[in-house]
């Protein structure tokens, strides 16, 4: 089992940054891999970015890519997400994620999920 705690999400004026925190708890953090996903109101879950084991390979979303940055601490058993130049359409609930072996973009292939942080961007 991994547990998963998200924690940085707020309010924030559109073009301002956040920084969110996923910390993990149970097997070995630096088997898996990461993935941040959202949910905004009404709409699916849909993939935001992804980090490997080792933090050497990263993927991102078209919608986010030049703005949001997937990175991990190992030894803190802790995955980030920072996100800058914040919009209106980033606005939702922010869900960390893990499963063994490489990043994927489908929410199904996830095996833990946190609980979620509210991320709500202003305009």
């Known amino acids: 089992q991994v547990q998963l705690v998200e924690s940085g999400g707020g309010l924030v004026q559109a073009g301002g940054s956040l920084r969110l925190s996923c910390a993990a708890s149970g097997r070995t953090f630096g088997n898996y891999a990461m993935g941040w996903f959202r949910q905004a109101p009404g709409k699916e879950r849909e993939f935001v970015a992804g980090i490997n084991w080792s933090g050497t390979g990263t993927l991102h979303a078209d919608s986010v890519k030049g703005r949001f940055t997937a990175f991990r601490d190992n030894a803190k058993n802790t995955v980030y997400l920072q996100m800058n130049s914040l919009k209106p359409e980033d606005t939702a609930v922010y869900y960390c994620?893990?499963?063994?072996?490489?990043?994927?973009?489908?929410?199904?292939?996830?095996?833990?999920w946190g609980q979620g942080t509210r991320v709500t961007v202003s305009s």
């Open positions: 994620a893990a499963r063994p072996s490489s990043v994927m973009v489908q929410a199904g292939a996830y095996d833990y």
